[in-house]
């Protein structure tokens, strides 16, 4: 072996974690941004009924 393998074995490994970091950063953004979205959906329907509700009661 010599010391150049070695080396290019450490490369490697760190490539390899930073990778995992990468993609789990990715996959935890990626959650957070679309459970953000389905709450945003959520509370925009469950609002319109009520306000639909509201004004057909307003008006009679």
Known sequence: ???????????????????????????????DLDRKATLKQAAATTTAPSNLVNSASAES
């Open 1 to 31: 072996m010599t010391g150049g393998h070695a080396g290019s074995v450490v490369v490697r490994f760190f490539s390899f974690a930073g990778a995992g970091v990468f993609c789990t950063l990715a996959i935890n953004l990626w959650r």
